[in-house]
């Protein structure tokens, strides 16, 4: 829709066909701080988006006790509408995670409401165009200032708003990946299901040298065989056989992804028999060679859909069906964007219009 002004003094401006992802931030930040020694988080508060101020010896920066999350705001077909897509999976998510890290949760509906009074004031940041939207990042931290492993007392919830666009460059054309049997993300008992930072800190030597090599992500396989395949660094894989859609079992190391949940209901909505199971490096391998192998795709917040048209493993390169977007990937993106944006009905009740207090 062109270039529109966002700004804080009045001049910068931004082209909304060309946002990127991560990389503009709005005017405004919500903090909240945790209080050991009171044992409940304290009053939230809505104010200029700042710097944080830390202690050189604050716990996360030492030993990553740190959650997130990652969800989206979209600009709905009416002016005053405001979409948001499963906030409470996300949610949920969050408070899972903060157990995993011994950080106190927050209570679910203290978190949608202030959520949604910051998305509310920063309205006029909700791009309109085309694959667009408002990513929100709740985020909280360890903030004792304290040199010695154990959980902090003290935490910082907040979080930050960013305009963005597509999360990879090639939006939603078909990206190439890596499987890599060198390094391992996650292992059983660890913390590969929550969402915090150090999942994402052992992921970055890989993905750096597939990017080298031309690859947009990494396939991650379990630590245990090396053969047993688990996620892509910033999404779930799913894989589309000629009689099944797979999609690898939720067993403690790879993310519980909310478009992941979603894009198993719509599949089985419409009639694919979709399976939560083990599946090896070989079967897909096998399944490419033969043509068995119909579809890979990833799902995820950022991306929502993104096929997969090759990948590499051990050296040798191999294409998925035709090298080109599936039918039913484009079928799934196509949907699930439509919701989200308010351009078609929402069977599941998924999408929560927050456009009006």
Sequence with gaps: MGTVPRNRSGSEVYDEDKLGFGRIFTDNMLTMPYSGKEGKWLQPQIKPLENLVLHPATMVLHYSQQVFEGLKAFAGPNEDDILLFRPDANIERFNKSCRRLCIPTIDPDLFMDWMCRLVRMERDWIPRSPGTSLYIRPTVIATDPFLGVRPSSDYLFYIILSPVGAYYPEGFEPVKILVTDTYVRACP???????????????????????????????????????????????????????????????????????????????????????????????VVEGAQSGNLLEMFGSGTAAVISPVSDFRYKGRDFTVGNGKTGDLAGALFEEITAMQQGAKPDPYGWVVNIGRE
């Design 189 to 283: 008992g660890g913390i590969g299901e929550a969402k915090t930072g150090a999942n994402y800190a052992a992921s970055l030597r890989a993905a750096e040298e597939a990017h080298a090599s031309g690859f947009t992500q990494v396939l991650w396989l379990n630590a245990n065989d090396k053969l047993s395949i688990e996620e892509v660094g910033t999404m779930n894989i799913f894989f589309r056989f000629k009689d099944e859609v797979v999609t690898p079992a939720l067993e403690g190391t790879i993310l519980p992804g909310v478009t992941r949940q979603s894009v198993i209901r719509v599949c089985r909505d419409k009639g694919y028999k979709v399976s939560e199971r083990s599946i090896s490096i070989q079967e």
